[in-house]
């Protein structure tokens, strides 16, 4: 039997998962849910002339998602800080991948179709209440569908054309939903909130390197324009020069921070659970 990998004893793992921890999460769905409920009925009270536009249904998506989904990650090895749930843990007849996979199939794949599915499940009648509203209000000639309708999380579209970009929001999540994972793995305690306070510290030096010690670096009245360009005013030309990394280079570090980023601290996650095995 592979002893790395193995799907029928992953998918008894996952049974036994859920055994165990069913109630909780659908306590948790459950609040969650309530929590939504309230507030598209407080959105609903007090803006009942121009309520729920697909803005404020991105906004009420992803904040709840950022936050729920980062604040599960970050328990979802919250037993590896306890001597008596961390020796049960590791004891499990489960290699770490095996264990691995199924902490990221429930906190990850089920967690976000479960989540995208309480939203959806609220919003559409609530965007049929905030349309009935309108029309009683304003008439049905002033109703704008494109502005008004359910908001399409895969599509990202919240007006006229206009791209809120949500397909990288969603990856972005992806990623920082994955760093706190790791974070439960090497935190043993309030691993939430050091790891929210480790990314504050590290965005901190981050932009102190970009914006301090390599723009003091470059060479007279040259500065960064962008990720992967820089630039500079010309005086003699009266024309703004640009220095740019070539687009294949540019398009290759886009696809790696775009896609890649979950993949590297689920794999760091991994190799940090290995080590607690031994």
Not at 78 to 98: I, Y
Not at 241 to 258: C, D, G, I, K, Y
């Amino acid at each position: 039997m592979n002893q790395l990998f193995n799907a029928g004893r992953w998918w008894k793992l996952v049974v036994l998962h859920w055994a165990e921890n069913r109630r909780r999460y659908l306590l948790s769905l459950t609040a969650i849910a309530g929590l939504m409920l309230v507030w598209f009925c407080l959105t609903l009270s007090f803006n009942k002339y121009n309520t729920l536009v697909k803005g404020e249904q991105f906004g009420i998506y992803f904040f709840g998602l950022f936050f729920c989904g980062c604040l599960y990650a970050s328990m979802l090895f919250a037993d590896l800080g306890k001597k008596r749930e961390a020796t049960q843990f590791l004891s499990v007849p489960a290699s770490q991948l095996e264990k691995l996979l199924c902490a990221v199939f429930f906190g990850v794949v089920l967690f976000f179709i479960a989540y995208t599915c309480i939203f959806y499940l609220l919003d559409i009648p609530m965007v049929g209440i905030a349309k009935d509203m309108f029309v009683k209000l304003h008439g049905k000639d002033l109703y704008d569908s494109e502005r008004r309708g359910v908001f399409n999380i895969f599509v990202g579209r919240v007006g006229h054309g206009e791209d809120k970009g949500t397909f990288y929001l969603l990856m972005f999540f992806f990623a920082l939903q994955a760093l706190f994972g790791l974070g439960s793995v090497y935190f043993a305690r309030y691993s939430f909130i050091k790891t929210v306070v480790s990314l504050l510290m590290l965005s901190v030096l981050g932009i102190f390197l970009f914006c301090q010690v390599m723009d003091n670096h470059l060479p007279n009245d040259w500065h960064f324009s962008g990720p992967f360009s820089w630039s500079h005013y010309n005086e003699a030309s009266k024309q703004l020069e640009t220095v740019r990394n070539p687009l294949w280079f540019s398009a290759l570090l886009e696809w790696l921070a775009t896609y890649s980023l979950p993949f590297l601290f689920w794999g760091i996650a991994y190799v940090r659970l290995k080590e607690k095995e031994v």
